[in-house]
């Protein structure tokens, strides 16, 4: 079990940690993983010595997230996107993993002051940085993001980013702007990118997406109207695919993943 905080107990046992170097996150070169433990870090690791940062704990030890600079050959391991890695994480496992990325982006982006340029510190009580010049503090930023399942009757709308490799087809998603519920920003999204309206929308969950800090919001919704229009810029192609007929579509361990086996599952169900 994992629970997330930033004061490492001094009554807790071994410490745990995970190394990330220029996005990548250092993983045992077998089909598994799991934070190193501190008797593995020490002994295996002593070129891995870099700025430590608490993010929680790991069956009752503190685990913290290293900054590594040059990515360094270590033995039995390799460097690993975390998307990759996905397929390998447990819900516990990917919430270490997105939070240790996560609080790295953060911890880069905010090195400086933005008011006023100084150097910024650690916080003692917050998981903040703060700038002793002005006075001014910087949070972890998460982006929420809209993500959500088009369905009408036996079929769900799945479209293609222009970034995604290959027939490759997902749920729709975008950011929530300043000032937006989240109900219209999922609207305005869809309308946006394939020029259909929604309704009855369910709220189906959330997950932590740090590529580099958002936060997915889920929803199915049915179809309401009008007829697939993609913009041709972010959308390059979008269609409805009956629940036994899909595409190449993410991964379970992903909310886009899960979005989409819910919905045939319960086809699948009612057949």
Not at 241 to 247: H, I, K, N, S, V
Request: hydrophobic share 40%; with cysteine.
């Amino acid at each position: 079990m994992f629970i997330p905080d930033h004061k490492p107990l001094s009554e807790a046992g071994d410490s745990c940690f995970i190394a990330v170097s220029q996005g990548q996150i250092l993983a045992p070169d077998q089909s598994s993983w799991a934070p190193l433990e501190e008797s593995t870090w020490r002994f295996s690791n002593p070129q891995l010595q870099a700025p430590q940062y608490c993010i929680g704990r790991y069956r009752g030890a503190d685990c913290f997230v290293v900054l590594i600079d040059d990515r360094p050959d270590v033995y039995g391991h390799h460097w690993i996107d975390l998307r990759r890695l996905m397929a390998l994480l447990d819900e516990a496992h990917y919430q270490m993993a997105a939070r240790a990325l996560q609080v790295i982006q953060w911890k880069l982006d905010h090195r400086f002051c933005g008011r006023c340029g100084a150097k910024t510190v650690s916080h003692r009580r917050e998981m903040a940085s703060h700038c002793d010049a002005c006075d001014l503090f910087f949070y972890p930023r998460l982006s929420p993001c809209v993500i959500v399942l088009i369905t009408r009757g036996d079929h769900c709308l799945l479209a293609r980013n222009a970034n995604f490799a290959g027939p490759f087809f997902s749920a729709l998603a975008g950011f929530i702007e300043a000032g937006e519920t989240i109900e219209g920003a999922l609207q305005r999204e869809v309308m946006e990118e394939v020029g259909i309206e929604v309704g009855q929308l369910k709220y189906f969950g959330s997950q932590s997406w740090p590529f580099p800090s958002q936060l997915m919001i889920g929803f199915h919704a049915a179809y309401a109207g009008g007829d697939i229009e993609v913009d041709g810029e972010e959308i390059v192609e979008a269609d409805w695919f009956r629940y036994d007929e899909l595409p190449q579509v993410p991964p379970e361990t992903s909310l886009a993943g899960q979005l989409i086996r819910h919905f045939v599952a319960q086809h699948n169900n009612i057949g």
